[in-house]
């Protein structure tokens, strides 16, 4: 099985008149409410030094997206610890309002697809500045919104010296807890039972206090196509489980997506998980952008039983695709793989 990609594909491109997104609008969060989507996307300009900031945009039916303004709706801080760079939205919602992680740096990256890869730029600030400094090491912010609009900072989620950017939250408590996902690109040896970056899953009274020491190893890359993996959409409740989409990573660096159903009592405990991947480069747009190679899903929604699923390709544009969810659940009922799960 795989995800049927839109003809009307990238749904979102680069627009020229925005110098902040000239260059590339990718890995979009997405909400829908009221017979509306709002696309949350990643956008750039052609700076050297490589800004990176947040736009907004509304469809009625999920493929016509039209921006909601000429600036964009949030933007590296003026000094604070995101003064670099904002990345890669993940939606949900508590209450009335949305809650937002993204992923950030303290300087901007540079123009990274001219450098090795996973580099970015780092800084000389002398041999007693903190390495997520020097380093310029990606860490995830938590922020809250009303509107998607205007948003309020509410801090670092994750261990400052860790490269942490695919922080996801549940959408609901489960039995009392907050409920995250993570991949620490460090947490890598015997000692944390994976080879490579893997995704792992954490429990909390509160939003912004998580014990990492109490994490589990939730799934490592158990194929050739997801050696390196981590977390994507945000987990959509259905009657059979949490469902989640994650990227999976080869040898090449060629991005894909795989599929996770997993208890919804108890979420640690996976269920299902796709053998095969469900999505993969195949169009230009997915091949020949600032990444060579790479579909990454960041948002998605069930609407009247249909998963719509919406991603960066290639670094450089917003995509979609869909399925059944049934059909989807079903997929990975009958073609799963060997789990893993360990404490710490």
Request: charged share 25%; with cysteine; hydrophobic share 35%.
């Amino acid at each position: 099985m795989k995800l049927k990609k839109d003809s009307s594909n990238p749904v979102l491109k680069p627009n020229p008149e925005n110098d902040w997104e000239s260059l590339a609008v990718c890995n979009p969060g997405v909400w829908y409410e009221n017979g509306m989507f709002y696309l949350l996307y990643r956008a750039a300009g052609h700076d050297e030094e490589h800004y990176v900031h947040f736009g907004l945009a509304t469809s009625s039916d999920g493929i016509n997206f039209k921006r909601v303004s000429d600036r964009p709706v949030f933007s590296p801080s003026a000094d604070g610890p995101d003064a670099g760079c904002v990345e890669d939205p993940r939606i949900v919602k508590f209450d009335d309002r949305f809650y937002i992680t993204y992923a950030y740096r303290a300087y901007p990256p540079g123009q990274y697809w001219k450098l090795a890869y996973d580099e970015v730029r780092s800084f000389d600030l002398g041999k007693n500045a903190p390495s997520v400094l020097s380093k310029n090491i990606a860490n995830t912010g938590l922020a809250l919104s009303e509107d998607l609009m205007s948003f309020k900072r509410v801090g670092r989620m994750t261990l400052p010296q860790l490269d942490d950017r695919d922080v996801i939250l549940f959408p609901e408590k489960v039995n009392g807890k907050f409920v995250l996902l993570n991949r620490p690109k460090q947490w890598v040896g015997k000692t944390f039972g994976t080879e490579y970056p893997a995704i792992w899953i954490t429990y909390s009274d509160d939003l912004m206090n998580w014990d990492f020491s109490t994490s589990r190893l939730l799934i490592r890359g158990e194929r050739s196509w997801e050696k390196k993996i981590g977390g994507s959409t945000p987990p959509l409740k259905t009657d059979a489980g949490w469902l989640t989409l994650y990227h999976g990573v080869d040898e090449d660096g060629i991005y894909r997506v795989g599929a996770l159903l997993l208890d919804l009592d108890t979420p640690e405990k996976v269920i299902g998980r796709t053998a095969d991947f469900i999505m993969e480069p195949e169009h230009d747009y997915e091949i020949d952008g600032l990444y060579k190679g790479c579909v990454f899903p960041t948002g998605n929604v069930i609407i009247d039983g249909m998963l719509y699923v919406y991603y960066g390709a290639a670094d450089q544009y917003c995509g979609v695709a869909t399925c059944k969810v049934e059909e989807l659940i079903n997929f990975i009922k009958t073609n799963s793989q060997t789990l893993v799960s360990s404490e710490i």
